[in-house]
């Protein structure tokens, strides 16, 4: 690190950064480091913070790109309830309509009961007398 800010890496550094799954000693290899020193290599790695940064901004992205939001789901389910999400060229059957019916209806709390009431816990102490 230069001036407190992590460096570039060089290319084999971006590989084994690719390649890295949780095990240093493969992604050195898949990254074209000799095998014969792959663990070392792979250990020497996950110590330099540029690396280390690299690796955990690759994990985070995909995470962020994958995963629908609670909005995504609800407008999939009412595209789906409405029949307007094809299933390979077709229209959803009913089944599949009925279940985002329910699963949008949940995601909206629609089933669950609302129960008001004002509770007023009055602890009773029991004193024993020995």
Avoid: H
């Amino acid at each position: 690190m230069a001036g407190g800010r992590p460096t570039k890496l060089t290319a084999k550094q971006q590989a084994f950064v690719d390649a890295y799954e949780g095990n240093a000693t493969e992604a050195a290899i898949k990254a074209g480091y000799s095998e014969k020193n792959a663990r070392n290599t792979g250990c020497r790695m996950l110590t330099k913070a540029n690396i280390i940064a690299a690796i955990q901004s690759r994990q985070e992205k995909p995470r962020t790109q994958t995963i629908a939001t609670r909005e995504e789901r609800q407008a999939f389910w009412t595209r789906v309830l409405l029949g307007t999400e094809l299933e390979a060229g077709e229209p959803p059957t009913m089944a599949n309509r009925l279940k985002a019916s329910e699963l949008l209806g949940r995601s909206e709390a629609d089933f669950t009961e609302k129960i008001e009431g004002d509770m007023n816990l009055n602890v009773i102490r029991k004193e024993y007398k020995s």
